[in-house]
């Protein structure tokens, strides 16, 4: 009887819930009618509260200017975006302006998913971003011709976070921009903080590895791919790429510098121990900072170590992303309120929000994203060691680094495959995954 | 020797309910930590300094309650349409063997193979078609498609467990074929129909890729959908907000578990059939 009411009450519940639901309309992209303003949907993939604020505050600040282009805020999420962009793309209902990474955007562009904004953004802002920053969003178009499929406005770069009472206590060189640590010098710093039992120098969070490591190797100009001129990209594991990779797992099991367990955690699982003083370097992007502002405890002190130098102190980096989708029915109007979006004061907003280098020239040289507090003045130095990640370009590398590259660089971490066979694995399985990109 | 039996019994019974119960009390108790006790390489159980201040900033930040409201419409929406379907077909389907029979409890069964990312454009598209993108109604026709090989494959199971010969008693008896159904059948499947409500329940209200797919509309957003916003890229997540947001998560279908669960008890037909 009882199930009975219950069921009763549900499906009552259901028929007026779910009548009044589907009145819920269509999202759409942007629409216009003849008499209201134009409607533009902006897909945000800010997710800390500081970065979520200052997007809302932008969207907020652009309505009230611009009562003819009405934006809507719609929020995202990084882990399933792409799942989410495909169909949108496919079933005609993208948002008008996207959010997104470099590395997803090739992939997009050689579909005809997004518009190319090569000749549509304004003098100021193509000149306000750094060419380097342009290379990581120019893209095939899938025909013969190169466009531009987005503005790249947040980078990240590798930092070290320190603790400052273990480097004053094994009396360490705090580097400068100017004069970064060589990796020869970390590893000799770290080997110096380890206390064999006690202390670890350094933990490496390898959950993710692909492309911490390829990103570092630019340190030795390591590339891990080449491209013919044919434009056919293979793999290559030769003494460049080799270095960075050796040096980790030196660390981890020559020198016993670095924590082996910390190996499969993600990058800011390890900051419980970092804290506890278990671990006296962690190596991370800047935006790791906020989560060790949010959770040091009191009285921790820390300091941003800046990016370590090779033969060169460059990384590589990719960009977070604005697009506007091919088909949305109001591109000008859309790129009229990216070009405002990412302008360089708007820019020192996002970037503080997310605790990443902003693009824009202007914004770089912002007092607030240069102080000494939280290393902010490290990590907006570090924004000049960025150069265009050299796996952006290459057709398969999301297969190739998941497939291939993940599990052989977890392996060879883990003392279980040498180097060799690692670099083998790498080329040889990697090469097969590419062709088939290529033909 | 039977006592020392008895009491291994409950050793292992309150081991599962521990391991079952472990994620709950630690979501608690993690949803009343600062970010910096979340931070401490020694967690406790208990909070040193408990705060509401998660809850507040999930609250605040995410339209929590009318997510959840909109899982709770879903998820029934879609229990009372999977039982209401499949219970018919599973009694057809259990009663009259027939090689068509077979082959369609094959097919059944292999549909439930296919993975979801492969056909998640075409649904789209048809949905597009009807006009259902952004709409609850659209979410729950794809959920019951998908919760209704499986209920219905379940819900044989149940079916076949029911005797013929009460049916043909109350034939006997002068019973029609809808009253013996109606009288006799329905009640003993009552524990099946409550499995195979909860089955459907739980599979749409923890359901996501099809929800992102489907919700374009952030105002429709189910739960699943606005409890992925406080994760960020690289497995890194606000974790305070996002373990008030998923107790809240939890409590609907716990309440649902309670209401219902009693009607999940086995034996109704002990002794039914004999000699």
């Known amino acids: 009887m009882r199930v009975r009411s219950v069921l009763a009450a549900g499906a009552a519940a259901l028929v007026t819930l779910t009548a009044a639901a589907c009145g819920s309309g269509d999202a759409g992209g942007g629409e216009a009618t003849s008499a209201g303003p134009v409607k533009l949907q902006f897909l945000s993939l800010a997710w800390q509260k500081e970065s979520i604020a200052a997007n809302k505050e932008l969207v907020e600040t652009w309505n009230k200017a611009n009562p003819t282009i009405q934006v809507e805020y719609v929020q995202g999420s990084w882990d399933n975006v792409n799942d989410q962009l495909v169909t949108s793309f496919e079933g005609g209902e993208a948002p008008d302006v996207i959010h997104d990474d470099s590395p997803a955007l090739s992939g997009f562009a050689s579909r005809g998913y997004l518009l190319d904004l090569k000749d549509k953004l304004p003098a100021e802002l193509k000149g306000d971003i750094p060419q380097a920053a342009w290379d990581t969003v120019t893209f095939s178009d899938g025909k013969d011709g190169q466009g531009v499929y987005g503005v790249p406005f947040l980078q990240e770069s590798q930092v070290i976070i320190a603790n400052k009472k273990l480097l004053d206590e094994a009396d360490v060189r705090v580097p400068t921009a100017e004069e970064p640590w060589t990796w020869d010098e970390f590893a000799e710093i770290t080997r110096k903080l380890t206390k064999p039992g006690k202390r670890f120098g350094v933990a490496w969070p390898m959950k993710s590895p692909v492309n911490k490591v390829l990103n570092l190797s630019l340190n030795f100009g390591g590339t891990f791919f080449q491209t013919d001129a044919a434009g056919k990209s293979t793999v290559k594991v030769g003494p460049e790429e080799r270095q960075v990779l050796q040096r980790i797992h030196d660390q981890l099991h020559k020198d016993k510098s670095a924590d082996p367990s910390a190996l499969g955690m993600g990058t800011a699982d390890p900051l419980p121990g970092f804290f506890d003083g278990k671990y006296a370097l962690l190596p991370a992007g800047v935006f790791l900072r906020q989560q060790v502002v949010e959770q040091a405890p009191e009285g921790f002190e820390w300091v941003t170590i800046p990016p370590l130098k090779g033969t060169s102190a460059e990384q590589g980096a990719v960009s977070q992303t604005l697009s506007v989708a091919a088909q949305s029915k109001h591109p000008d109007e859309a790129v009229k309120f990216i070009s405002f979006f990412l302008n360089g004061p708007n820019q020192v907003k996002l970037a503080k929000g997310d605790w990443l280098l902003p693009t824009s020239t202007s914004a770089a040289k912002d007092s607030s994203i240069n102080a000494e507090k939280d290393g902010w003045d490290v990590a907006t130095a570090s924004a000049k060691n960025l150069v265009v990640a050299p796996f952006l370009k290459v057709n398969g590398y999301d297969e190739w680094r998941t497939k291939v590259a993940t599990p052989a660089l977890q392996q060879y971490f883990a003392n279980k495959i040498t180097l060799d066979a690692a670099a083998k694995t790498l080329v040889e399985e990697g090469n097969k995954v590419l062709e088939r990109y290529s033909s | ?275």
Do not use: C
């Open chain 2, 1 to 275: 020797m039977r006592a020392l039996g008895r009491a291994g019994q409950y050793v292992a019974l309150v081991a599962y309910v521990v391991f079952l119960g472990f994620p709950l009390v630690w979501l608690f108790s993690t949803a009343l930590k600062t970010p910096r006790e979340m931070g401490n390489l020694n967690p406790s159980w208990v909070p040193a300094d408990p705060t509401l201040a998660n809850f507040a900033a999930a609250f605040g930040e995410q339209d929590l309650v009318g997510s959840a409201v909109r899982s709770l419409v879903v998820a029934l929406a879609t229990s009372v349409i999977t039982v209401v379907i499949s219970l018919p077909a599973a009694y057809a389907m259990a009663r009259h063997r027939s090689a068509l029979n077979r082959a369609a409890t094959g097919w059944v069964l292999v549909s439930q193979v296919f993975p979801f990312i492969l056909i998640i454009i075409p649904l789209f598209m048809v949905l597009r078609a009807l006009d259902l993108v952004s709409t609850l109604t659209g979410l729950v026709l794809v959920h019951v498609t998908f919760v209704l090989p499986f209920a219905l494959w379940m819900l044989q199971g149940y079916v076949r467990a029911v005797p013929r010969e009460l049916e043909e008693a109350a034939s006997v008896d002068g019973a029609g074929r809808l009253r013996a159904l109606a009288s006799v059948v329905a009640p003993l499947l009552a524990p099946g129909v409550v499995a195979t409500l909860l089955f459907a329940f739980i599979s749409s209200w923890n359901e996501f890729l099809f929800a992102l797919v489907v919700l374009k509309d952030p105002d429709v957003a189910t739960l699943p959908l606005t409890l992925v916003k406080f994760t960020g890229p690289e497995g890194v997540s606000r974790l305070g907000p996002l373990a008030a947001a998923s107790l809240l998560a939890t409590i609907p279908s716990l309440v649902f578990f309670a209401i219902i669960q009693r009607r999940l008890r086995s034996g109704l037909m002990a002794g039914a059939v004999k000699g």
